[in-house]
């Protein structure tokens, strides 16, 4: 298949998601495919439609490449006139046999990039824009999964312009987590104790997004469950050797121990799945997600998030559990890819 990786772009996640991308375009070269990785914001400098998939091709200077790019998305973000996709990007896209979207956070997983690929007749991997959307404001996330009966922290969404700074107007009370409403791999993600913090932190939050989700802390374990076209994968558990699964601990190779699968006992084990596979419908999600958990010291489970593309890089959690059903990273993106191919089944 001929096959365009997405990666980079304008979120906090762009080094993630450059990552994620380069990995998923080796793997895919690997199985034959000629996979070719491009930036979605910086696009193509040069192009040439006849040979826009070559048969030789050097991923890692290609990733290198987009990378060595970081210091002008800054300079470019500034011309509002230029719009999200690169230079030939859509083009490039249009050739593709389809699209494996790499990337995480704002504009990559909110449902921007899937709406207008919809329109321009794009195929790409992941759930829609409806449901991409949904996943991606943890606030409508939390108001949906409380009207599927399913467990998630009780919280609130904070507007910058109009928020009380104390929790009792809120009928909450400490310790509660603080996070952007729209952001992704816990950038800007605070556990707050006192008023002091939780006011740095809400500031720090709000200079990221105009919207922020407060919500119970809930001590406990954490787990994480990938589900592939509607089904739940073996469940990851997540312990952070230091302070909770942030962003340093998401990709820093060996500060957190992650156990697949977990150690749950067969009437929990089966729970959560079936929660995962809930919070998936719930939120309207297409071909895969993730699906993120705490579990406190009573055995009481809450779903925190869902994750519309989650990451793909040497330390992820969804490649871990695929491959405790045999999946090994390159066939995985494969299966990826034909889960994401159904949804344009008539």
Do not use: W
Not at 74 to 95: A, L, Y
Not at 111 to 132: E, M, N, P
Not at 163 to 185: D, I, N, Q, R, W
Not at 210 to 219: G, M, N, R, T
């Amino acid at each position: 298949m001929n096959i365009t990786v997405l990666c980079g772009g304008t979120s906090t996640e762009r080094a993630v998601s450059i990552t994620s991308g380069q990995g998923v375009c080796k793997a895919l070269r690997s199985k034959g495919h000629k996979a070719v990785l491009v930036d979605v914001f910086c696009g193509m400098t040069s192009y040439d439609a006849d040979k826009a998939f070559p048969e030789e091709y050097d991923v890692d200077t290609a990733a290198n490449n987009i990378r060595n790019m970081d210091v002008v998305v800054p300079e470019i973000k500034k011309d509002k006139s230029r719009g999200f996709f690169g230079p030939h990007v859509i083009e490039q896209c249009k050739k593709s046999d389809i699209v494996f979207l790499a990337l995480h956070g704002e504009n990559g997983e909110n449902g921007k990039v899937q709406a207008a690929f919809d329109l321009a007749g794009i195929r790409y991997t992941g759930t829609g824009y409806i449901g991409s959307a949904m996943a991606m404001d943890k606030g409508l996330s939390k108001i949906m999964l409380n009207a599927f009966h399913i467990p998630t922290p009780r919280g609130i969404t904070l507007h910058r312009d109009n928020h009380h700074k104390k929790l009792e107007a809120y009928t909450m009370k400490f310790p509660v987590v603080v996070k952007p409403c729209s952001g992704g791999s816990s950038v800007g993600v605070f556990v707050v104790h006192d008023q002091e913090t939780y006011e740095k932190a809400l500031n720090e939050a709000f200079a990221l997004e105009e919207e922020v989700v407060v919500e119970d802390y809930i001590k406990g374990r954490e787990f994480s469950v990938a589900v592939i076209d509607g089904k739940a994968l073996p469940i990851i558990e997540i312990a952070p050797l230091e302070g909770f699964y942030d962003y340093k601990n998401k990709y820093t190779p060996g500060s957190a121990i992650e156990t697949c699968p977990a150690n749950l006992d067969f009437k929990q084990t089966e729970q959560m799945q079936r929660y995962a596979e809930m919070s998936f419908r719930a939120l309207n999600l297409d071909a895969y997600g993730r699906i993120d958990f705490m579990m406190n010291e009573n055995g009481d489970m809450y779903c925190l998030e869902a994750n519309t593309l989650p990451g793909m890089t040497p330390t992820s959690l969804m490649p871990q559990e695929a491959l405790q059903i045999g999946f090994d990273f390159a066939t995985l993106c494969e299966e990826l890819i034909r889960v994401s191919l159904k949804k344009y089944v008539k």
